[in-house]
Structures are given as C-alpha cells and as structure tokens.
C-alpha cells in the first residue's frame, strides 16, 4: 500500500499542469484555470486567505489536495494551508467528528439527515472570523463538498450567502465497463481498457487514479470493472489481487469495485458439474468464492450479472428463474452488505413475436421473489440503446422489486467514437416520462431512485465510454455524457441546459458568447443523430454486428429479431412496427393512459410514430406532409443539423484552444459525412417499398443505393 | 493537405512544455531542460543571440520550429529567430541552394560527398559574425543536422570549434511496425497500435507527428507500418487512402511509408485464381497494384515480404523459389525507386533437423538471382531474437545480394514490457561479429552497410517497441533501443556506452553521479537477462505462445522445433544442441576460422557453448566448475544482478523526478520476481535431468518445479 500513497503526489502532478500545456483534454472539467474576472477573483482569494481541511484520512488527503490545487489554479496565487484559522477568512472542511470548529457550529440537525455521502456549504462568521464551511458527517461526503465548492468556483458563481444542502438521490452510482481481460471493450470507441490487467497488481498507472478522481467529482461512487458478457477468469485468484489493486487505489475516492459474475463460472473455473442455483454444492461454491473475494477487497460492492441472454448462461439453463438465480447470488454476498444487480436484458434464442416484450413478460411475474438486496438492472428502453426508445415498460411495473437504471454513455448507436452526442436530453427523456404506475407523477425518475414505492435499496448505472485515447472519450464532447451521468445519478432533477452550462463553464469557457451557442449545439445534438437514423420511431436500422453506420437492409438471413427489417418492417403498403393491440401489442405493457395515448396515430407523440405504428407511404402526418415525405425531411433535417453544428463550431475558434477546436471540427466534418451516408442509403433504401421520389428542393444523394449497399467498413472498434 | 499545417503548431505544443508538468516520459529524449551549467549556459546564449533558418519547405519549418522550442527551453529564454543576421553571433541552418549566406562559405567540396541526407555543423567566422552554420545539402540533411546541434547542446558538448561532417552509413533505416488492422500489435508490449485506422483519413492524431519527429531526431527514414504476417486489406483503397495520410503526415520529417505485402493478396483481394509470380496476371496485378499505391503515395518505399514462413503464402506454393517470388514484385515497385525487403525467415512445415540451418540452405544457392531493388532481411541470428544469438550465417555468405540487418527493439524475448534490456551491446555484439567472408575485418556491420561487397543499396530494419502506452515503450528504459536502433542505425561504429550517455543525457539528466552508475547498469541489463533465462548458450525456452516466462519443459506435443526440449536436447547424460560435425553440423554454414573455434568446447565464447555442443552435466568448464554447478551459477548471478540494478536504481532518487523514478522502480521490482521465477522454473526443471543440487551457498528456489509448472498465464500482451 506503501506505494499508493506515493502516488499521490504524482496524481495531482499529471493531473494539474500550467494552462500553456497543450490541452489534449487529459484534465477533463478539471481544468481550474485561473478566473478571469477580476472582481470575482478578488472576492475568491478574500474568502479563502487560508483552508483549513480536519482530519487525516486517504479520503481527506485527497479532499486537501484537491482543494490546494484546485484553488492555487483557480485563484492563481498559492494558496496558504494552515491548520487553524489565523486570517479574517476561511475555507473550512471537515465533520463534527473530527473537527472542533464544524462541531461548534452546530450543525447537526442540518447535516444528520444528509447520510453517509451528503455536505453542507456554509458561509458563516464564527468568532470574528468569515468562513467558508464544507461540512459532512463523513469524509467522502467532505470530499463531494469540495468538488461542489470548487465547481462553484470554476462556473464563477458567487460564494459569499452560500447556505446549502445537498445529497444524492439515488444510491449506488455506478459505471458498467464492457472491458475484456484482453483489454478490448465491447462497444468502447475510445481506445482500449484503462485495467492494464497484465500488469496489476504490481503496477499501479497513475490514470487509475486520475479516473477515480474524476468519478468522485461528480459523485460515481462505483465501477463494475469488467464486462456483462462476462469471463469467469476473473473470478480466479490472480485476478481477484488484480481487481483488489484497483479497488485499494479507488477507495480513497469514495468508488466500489463490482465484478460480473458469468453464471456458469462453478463449472469453468470451480470444477463442478452443474451451476444450478438450487444445488448445495452450487450455493457452497458461490458462498466460498464471495468470501474469497471479501478478503481481497473487504468494500467489495457486489456482482453484476448478465444471465440467460445473448449466449451467456443462466438459470434457465436448469429450469431455474431469474429469481432463483439471483438470490443465490445474493445470499453469497449479503453478509457483507454486497448486492446482486441482475439484468434484464434478455431475450431467449427463439426468435419472439416480438423482442420489445420479453424482458416484461419474464420479470413482471417474478416481482416479490427476489431478495432484499437484489436490483433488477433495467435499460431505459425495451430493445436496446436505440438513439430514441420510449421508457422500459417494466419500470412501474415491479412495485415489490428495487429496478435499476442502466443508461448506455458509449454511444454504440449514436455515433459511436467520432460523433457529437449530448445525452443529457436522452437521459431526462426517459427520466421525467410518466409511467402513471401510480397515477401521474410516477415518474422512471421516481421508480429508479425508490421513492414512488419506498425503497431504500436505490441504483443506477451507465456503460462507460472510457477508454485510453489521451481525451478519455474519443470525442472531446463525449466527456460531457460521463460528466451528465454522474450528475444525473447525483441528482436526476437537474436539467439538460444545467448540466451543459456547467460542463461547458469548467471544460472550456465561462464566456457567453461560447456558452450559449455551444449548448444549444449540444442541447439539438442528439435529434440531430435520431434524425439522420432512425426518426420518427424507427430503430435498429444499423450495420451488422459493429452497428456502425446504417444498415436498413439487414434481412433474416440471422436470427430475425437481429436484422433491421424485423424491426422496420418496410413494404410496399407502408412501413413501421405495429405493436397495438392488432400488431404484437407490446403497447399493452404499459399503463392505460400512455395506451390511450400511443395506440392512435393521431395522439402518439410523433417520435414514436413507427415504434408503435404500421403506416401506409401516404398516410397524413400532423404535419400536412405524407408518411414518405414527412420520414425523407426528418433524415435531411438531420444532415442539416450537423451542418448547423458545424457552423457554429467554426465560429468558436477565438474561444477554444487550438488543438481542441481543430479536433472537433475534424470529428463534425467526419460525423457529416457519416449524416450523408445513413441519410442517403436509408433514403435510398426505403424508397425501393415506397415508390415515391425524394421530394424536390432537396440535394440528390451522393451515391447509389448499391455502392452503400457495398460499403463494407472492417475493423471497426468495439465489437 | 490543409489540416496537416495547421497541426504543425499543434505537435510543438504537444511536446514541448514547461518542466513542472509531469514527467510521464512522453517527451522523450526531446526534453529540451534549460542548461544547468551557468557558464555553458553564458556560451550557448552567446552563440545563438539569433537564429536564422533558411528555406520554407515543410522539412525547413519542422527544423526552423525545432531550432526555435529546443532553443527557448535549453537557453531558458526566448530565441531569436532572424532572417539575416543582425547581431554579432547566430546560429545559420540551410543548404547553398536557399542561402546565399551558405553558399558564399564555399562548402561544397565538404558538402557534396555528403549525399541527400548528410550535413555539416562548423563554427567559422563570417564578415564579422561568429557563425554557428547547419549545412546540408538538402533540406532533411539540414533538419538532421539540427537535432544533431540540439543534442551536443542537450549533453553539455561545446560547441565553439565545431567543424564536423557527418552521414548515414545505411541507406534505408527503417521501423518495423508488427501492427494489425484491429490495433493489436503482435508481440507489442507498450499498449496497441499508434494508427488508429477506423479514425483515418480524415484524423491525424497529433501523436503521429510526434512519432514522425522522435524518429527523424535520430535519422530513422523509414516506416512499415503494418505486420509482417499481412492483411491484405492494407493493399486496399480504403486501407491505402488511410496509410497515404500517414505518409503525408510523416513525410516532412523524411520518414518514408512501406508496407507488407501478403503474397496471395492478387487472390484474396484481386479475384485472380493463383498467385503464381511467374503467371502473367499476377505480375500484372502487382503492377497495377505499385501503381496504385504510387497515386496515393508518391515517394512509397516499398514492400516488406514474410513468405513461406509460419504459415504465410509464398512462391513455394506455386514451386517458385523465393528469387523468383522477391523479383515479381521488385519489377512492380523499380519504376518509382521502391525495394522489395523479403524476409530469410522461413522454415518449412516440415522439422527440419536443425532449423537453425535452414534460411542459410534456403537462400545462399539463390545468391545472384535477385533483382537489384531487391534486399534480403535478415535476423540478427538464425533462430528468433533470442536474449543471444551468433551472428546470422548468411551474413557474409551471399556477397552478391544485399543483405539487411532485423533487429528486434520489442523485448519479446527480454522481458517484454516490463524489465530494463539496453540493447546496444546485443545489437553492437553482432554488428562487429567477424564474418570472416573476406578474412579478418569483415564484419557483419560492414556486410550490412554495403562497404564488404560494394552494395549501393543498404538498409537496417528495427522491429519497432512503440505503441499507444503515455510512455510510449512501457518501460521508460525501452525508449532507450529505439534511440539506440535509429543510432546504430545511422552509425554502427557508435559505442554502446556513447549510446547510453548521450540518452541519459537527453532522457535524465546530465549529473555524473547519475549517468556513470545508470549507465553501467543499463550495459549490465541485457547480460542479466540472457543469464537469468538461456545462460551459456541455452535458447528457446520460454512459455508457449506468448514467450512470456520461463517454459523449458515444453515438448513435442507441438511441432518439435516449436518447442523447448527441440533446443536445450537435456538428457540424464548433458544438456545443449550439438551443431557441430558430430551433430546437426549447423556450424559448417560460418567461416572455417569460426568453425575451427566453435567446434572445440574449450575454445568457443563461452556464451555459445551450449548453442553448439552438448555436454555432460559433469563437463569441466575453464572456470573450474563443473557444467552444472557453472550453469546454476548463472541463473543465480542474473538474479543477482537485477538485484544490483535495484540497488543502483533506488539510490537514484535525488536525480530523477518522482514519476520517473517510482516507475522504473516498480518495473524493476516486477523483474526481480519474474527473474526469480526463470532461475527457479529452469533450474528445477534440468535438475530432474542432471540429479545434482544446486551449490551450497545459494537460496532456494522460492516455490516447487510443480507450482511453476502449473502457472498459466492469461492475456498476456503482444500475441
């Protein structure tokens, strides 16, 4: 361990440089360049003449560390870091428990309902003396407090009436990496894996730490470190010291190591016959190994388990249920306060009538059976990812049982590594939509973060788009969805243009004139790839298996339900998904007013046109326009909008550093050509059922529907 | 085009920046640290009080923008860059053709015998100015010569009387990337492959310009930028438009493009029925193909060839000999001044008796019948890269063709990522090995360079370490052989301890005390590891398929000449290969005085004893000791020695930044256990041979010959 407090110096060294360094955007939205205004800068070096941060916790040092730098970046001076006040002003931070100030200021009635994680920001007077107080009633809540303070800073917000509150809404908040042994990762379009596996435990890389200290900054506060399509390997001896490693060098930044469990793993690498969860010598085996792995990480936070889906092993394989299953699982790790999350992504090797309602129809019946510390991990919609999808029916639909969140940040079908993407707007789309599970109000939001049926258990996770490309993301932009991820899991009351504001604020700017253009580009960012994709409710349209750029024309050759034209369902007589009562009447999982609402074309909202509709080429859109015309428009609509996007972005360059502009202005210039490419061969594609012609005024495709028919792109990333 | 410029700036902020960023290696020896002597620092200032760069080719902005940023950073204060000379001293770079200034100091008698790539540094006097000139009489000789002037500058040289000329004495330096189209790097152990593919054209990272410029700083002039065991696809035009901005990238620094050519590719790709090179299409094919590549890449290099070797196609497939095979596509490229470099490291799919024969057997009756566009590469010894090697036997054995020299930089058998292996004195042990070809003087080095036979062409390829790790190479000491390999290759007469000075310089830093005890241990290094895995001669014994860790008691389960015992022979009666006339008789390929010293145990190197002979476990070596107690001495004195590295290193501390320093310690720390683990695998295991302890005094092996029998490394890099 020796060597981990070592590190820490070296971890503020790599992460904090001089701003003439080249802004490769290693740092994130923890740039703490200097303020520029000057009134404000005056009012900041005032309020903190000297901090003053109790105790000596890894997870205090961290908080102290962060603050020095922080501040010596952002006021532009060294920071003076004293151990009692000796100025007129202050900054503050510590618990009542180790702090005989924060003790006097009798906080506790505030502070004791903010739990394990939340703080206080106070600005107070205490002896004739100004303070600024970070309070929590523990160390990692004093660590999220002064990330939040120095957010404040970085977003030049005022400081000197600070009087808040502030805890998270949901739990556990929790990262997926789809990351391989091998250091591949499915669906990771920014280099490779960050674990190094071949080197852990030995070598700690200083990123691990810089990664943990980003998620701290806004709140994550866990990792599954491997992928759900999992490998048993990890759950062997060598591995688990390397998972262990990881897991030390995390700790000091509040996160928890989770490990995917392959549900076959007591035969691959236990030697058993079976991996039925009713057999004894099952159950012993899972028990020993949880307790194995409690002794290499003692925090450990518990398995992720991808089971009876897509090839990998399951209960089903013996009869089982998914609650049979999972509860297995959960008794091995309840001891020690671990907790199963068990997805519900599934869907068996029978192709169904149709795969949007498998997922409810084998949980919904389960609700009751599974253990206390079971979550039922639930993508927000019911096929997979799609750039649009509405909500998962099975949220609202499992009262009994805690149902997890599983966002997608990797941008698997939204543009994958080259694309600008803000998620923000798809997050809170589903989010804030009203399942009525419990009359109106019921919101995702509310079910996922156990309110609407008082669950205390809570979670929510996201398949991470981190990768080792020196920017962490591929795209500059996509920092901003791992940044939205964990303010979302934070507080999912925050709103789109909230989020923008402020990642825009720390990661470039605090200049207006690059905000606001900068977030609305952001804020239409993601329409712009429904559009150019799959509008009007259209999905799963993509390229086999890399799911890169559009593939319309994937037919059953492969199991139906992987094909696109399962799912578009395109004819001479029309085109769209009829899931009503006449079609697969998927529509029927949901509660009566969204029923109601969606199973008439006229009421539906039009985005989810064709998600829930069969309708003939002709067939009148509210918008006056035909079917064939109305789709066709939305397709150059999206062309159209990265192009505006691209305008934008090129008058930014007095605002942006060099290397940063000029990356994202190659990234928009490829995501143009890539809005082309879906735009023209689904256009093209389509219009082989329709008959009509692309409605004039707009520009003729750029190829033939063969030559993209023919394109045949080969290693592509993530698969 | 237009994009490149602008990155120009970009790569020098990219790797230039103030020295209280962290050092994470990825400067290189390019650090450019302010001169620490005050009165050598009061010299250079004077002598650069301004600069003048001549010319505006992108070869002279790379040069002029190195002048300026080494400059500024070895100087500690802002240059001045002129465009004639205004003050009393100045530094002056450029060729009589774009300077009247160089033109008037009448150096074209010194000049011209230069060549395209040479240059000369000479301190004169110039009506009144004291002149520090860089002449050349191109413009990549002026840039060489500018990296030259920075590093006497970067070592503390003076630079008052300089008058110095100086040229490659290899032609072709080249970089063998062993990458694949998927970014895995076979037997790469620094992370995955700098060219993302999926990304290019339209992105060129910035670390393709700073790779472009790290080698260019030490003369390599060539690139092959894909695996040896080739993909086709590379010949593709999606595949040759990605490499042509590669070449466009690389190309102002002088860094040609080559690519791997896979012998079927007129089948796999071209739809042609054979690959025949004697069929009229085929040649047909590659012609058309070498033109196609010559649209996208003007200044193309040309083809690297691995055929009928470990499963690759080749002429054999067709009953053509490798000449004929190499010729086919020598006509293809000799239009437009590009080689063909085909590989001698074949075998055939049968055991040959002695593989170690077989290139030799295979290509010497072939001498004569290449093209003169055509170069042979061939590895340094005459089975894989092993820790240590005798010269290849073809070197001196086909005075009619040009021979080149492979290299390996990538330590796959030499620790791989994580242990310190300086190879300069493996690579100089075989460059001044006496081939004997022409009696007494003829070395391999001059084989190589042409000079024994008077070959025009000449040319040295490196198989490259580099990959996306921060670091580049792993470990920070790899970068060390990508130095030395672009060195050597430029002049193999350097020492390998000027080698290791003049990077320690660059890389550390310029104090006594820490280059004198580094130094020696870096030539120490590579002696540690051949002792601690194939002392004496041994060879081949590591792990199956990764070569990762020892595995000498791999056996013919595999092809025999794939596996340990093939090599090492160890019986109850001795251990080591028999190629003497007694034996394989593998000896008879080298020159009768080679022959007459090998052939006798007492008078061959001790180092090749066991490479030759097979002796009884009893055999009384000339230090007295019996072959068994000598052999475990060995094993031990490696062990030993990495434990001395440790010593040296960790008394370090006060030289090195912190990063730097715990890096190297941690990687040292993992050697001493993987050093331990060899010693112990090896010398359990030929005990079970020999029946004899191991000598008083000496630790016991730390685990059982079972336990390290049992070891199963997974996803171990570089396969």
Not at 657 to 667: I, K, M, P, S, Y
Request: charged residues 20%; aromatic residues 12%.
């Amino acid at each position: 361990m020796k060597k981990r407090i070592y590190s820490l110096t070296l971890l503020f060294i790599t992460f904090i440089f001089p701003a003439s360094y080249a802004e490769d955007g290693y740092r994130l939205w923890l740039r703490y360049e200097k303020v520029e205004n000057p009134s404000l800068l005056k009012n900041y070096r005032e309020a903190f003449s000297e901090v003053i941060v109790f105790g000596n916790s890894p997870t205090v040092t961290m908080a102290k560390e962060e603050l020095r730098i922080g501040l010596n970046g952002l006021l532009g001076e060294q920071v003076l870091m004293s151990t009692s006040t000796t100025k007129e002003s202050a900054l503050v931070a510590g618990t009542p428990l180790n702090s005989e100030l924060i003790a006097s200021l009798n906080l506790d009635k505030r502070l004791s309902p903010l739990g394990d994680e939340g703080y206080m920001l106070l600005s107070t007077k205490n002896k004739d003396k100004n303070l600024i107080v970070i309070a929590g009633n523990t160390d990692i809540g004093v660590l999220y407090g002064t990330f939040h303070l120095l957010r404040l800073i970085q977003t030049n917000e005022p400081i000197h009436s600070l009087n808040l509150v502030n805890k998270p809404k949901i739990q556990h908040r929790i990262l997926n990496h789809w990351d391989n042994l091998d250091r591949t990762v499915e669906r990771g379009y920014a280099g490779f894996s960050l674990w190094d596996w071949h080197k852990l435990p030995d070598y700690i890389d200083t990123r691990y730490l810089d990664y943990a200290r980003a998620n701290a900054s806004i709140g994550i506060n866990g990792t599954v470190l491997t992928n759900v399509n999992a490998n048993a390997l990890v759950l062997t001896e060598p591995y688990l010291k390397k998972a262990a490693a990881l897991a030390d060098a995390f700790r000091p930044y509040g996160l928890k190591v989770y490990l995917t469990a392959r549900f076959s793993a007591p035969m691959e690498i236990g030697g058993l016959k079976t991996a039925d969860p009713l057999d004894p010598g099952v159950r012993a085996w899972w028990q020993a190994k949880a307790e194995e792995i409690y002794n290499y990480i003692p925090d450990f936070g518990g398995f992720l388990v991808k089971a009876d889906s897509e090839g990998q092993p399951g209960p089903h394989n013996y009869k089982r249920t998914h609650a049979e299953g999972a509860n297995m699982l959960a008794d091995a790790v309840a001891a020690k306060g671990g907790v199963v999350m068990w997805r519900a992504f599934v869907y068996s090797h029978e192709t169904p009538d149709d795969r949007a309602k498998q997922a409810y129809n084998e949980f919904k019946p389960l609700d009751g059976q599974f253990r206390d510390n079971v979550l039922i991990q639930v993508k927000n919609g019911a096929i997979d990812f799609q750039p649009r999808e509405p909500f998962h029916p099975l949220f609202g639909a499992m009262p009994e049982t805690p149902l997890m969140m599983e966002f997608q940040i990797t941008q698997e079908y939204l543009g994958q590594g080259t694309n600008l993407a803000y998620l923000a707007p798809m997050y809170k789309e589903t989010l804030d939509a009203e399942t009525y599970a419990k009359g109106k109000g019921s919101t995702v939001a509310k079910v996922v973060d156990g309110s609407l049926e008082g669950h205390q258990l809570s979670a929510i996770a996201g398949v991470s788009n981190i990768g080792t490309d020196r920017n962490w993301t591929s795209h500059h932009f996509a920092q901003s969805n791992w940044y939205t991820f964990g303010r979302l899991a934070w507080d999912h009351s925050l709103s789109s243009e909230t989020i923008a504001e402020e990642w825009l604020s720390m990661t470039f700017t605090n200049e207006r004139e690059f905000i606001d253009p900068v977030k609305s580009m952001m804020l239409d960012s993601r329409e712009a790839i429904v559009n150019f994709t799959t509008p009007l409710g259209l999905h799963h349209l993509m390229g086999w298996s890399h799911h890169y750029g559009p593939g319309p024309w994937i037919d059953n050759k492969h199991r139906a339900d992987w094909t696109s034209v399962y799912y578009h369902r395109a004819d001479s007589a029309g085109i769209g998904f009829d899931r009503t009562a006449t079609g697969s009447n998927a529509l029927a999982q949901y509660s009566p007013p969204i029923q109601e609402k969606f199973s008439n074309p006229k009421t539906i909202p039009q985005e989810f046109l064709l998600w829930f509709h069969h309708l003939p080429w002709d067939y009148r859109m509210a918008s006056g326009n035909i079917l064939w015309d109305g789709m066709v428009y939305k397709y150059y609509e999206g062309v159209d909008q990265v192009r505006e996007m691209q305008r934008i972005w090129n008058q930014m360059e007095p605002f942006v550093d060099a290397e940063r502009f000029e990356h994202v202005q190659t990234f928009l210039m490829i995501q143009e050509k890539e809005a082309v490419w879906w735009r023209d061969a689904c256009v093209l594609y389509f219009q082989t059922f329709s008959k009509r012609p692309i409605p004039a005024g707009l520009e003729e495709p750029r190829h033939s529907l063969e030559y993209y028919m023919g394109l045949n792109p080969r290693y592509v990333p993530g698969i």
